[in-house]
């Protein structure tokens, strides 16, 4: 098993160049919820050379990692975009994370919506997925995309936890890795995606 992590693009102060930046919780995660699995930083290289890049190094499960909004970084979303095709194509495990599952729902067509009270918070999940989940986005799908079902929704009804029918694809609108030691809705929830 070897996961690729993809990349926020982040500005380093004093310097104008892009950098791609992963926090460092997601190693601490990887470690307790998969010990012994490899795992690596995947870079924003754009649609035409990441599949090469992940295939040299023999990628065979995503994290879509959270961080900026969809339509922030074209390179972001070009690199996203063309590994979701490529997993998709060759039915490889994928895990969105916040702006990862937002990009599964773009990706199947389904807009998001604002929501509120969402930011810098805890709160509850109920669904087949329930638990009490950190919560950092404002953004939510505005509906169940197709080919995918709600597993998890906040008590506001907003959707936050998806799994796709076909595919061993989810979503999860919480942050897994900022939770030190990882809960065990999550522990499981990885398990499930990466087993």
């Known amino acids: 098993m070897r996961i690729g992590v993809t990349s926020r693009i982040v500005e380093a102060p004093g310097y104008r160049e892009a950098r791609d930046a992963l926090a460092h919780d997601w190693a601490a995660f990887l470690a ?17 050379h990441i599949v090469p890049y992940c295939e040299l190094w023999g990628i065979d499960r995503l994290i879509l990692s959270g961080g900026e909004d969809i ?36 990706r199947a067509g389904t807009g998001l919506v604002p929501v509120a009270a969402h930011v810098a918070t805890t709160h509850a999940v109920s669904g087949a997925w329930a638990g009490v989940v950190n919560s ?30 076909s595919l061993r ?21 990885i398990r499930r995606v990466f087993a």
């Open 32 to 48: 307790a919820a998969l010990p012994g699995v490899a795992w690596m930083q995947l870079p924003n290289l754009g649609g035409e």
């Open 71 to 106: 339509g922030v970084s074209a390179l972001r979303d070009q690199t996203e975009l063309r590994l979701l095709d490529w997993a998709e194509a060759r039915g490889l495990p994928v895990l969105g994370v916040c702006r990862g599952m937002q990009l599964l729902a773009h």
């Open 136 to 165: 950092y986005h404002r953004l939510a799908p505005a509906a169940c995309p197709e080919g995918f079902e709600v597993m998890a929704r906040a008590e506001d009804g907003s959707i936050e936890g998806l799994a796709h029918r």
């Open 169 to 189: 694809w989810e979503g999860w609108m919480w942050h897994p890795e900022r939770c030190q030691p990882p809960a065990p809705l999550d522990v499981t929830g």
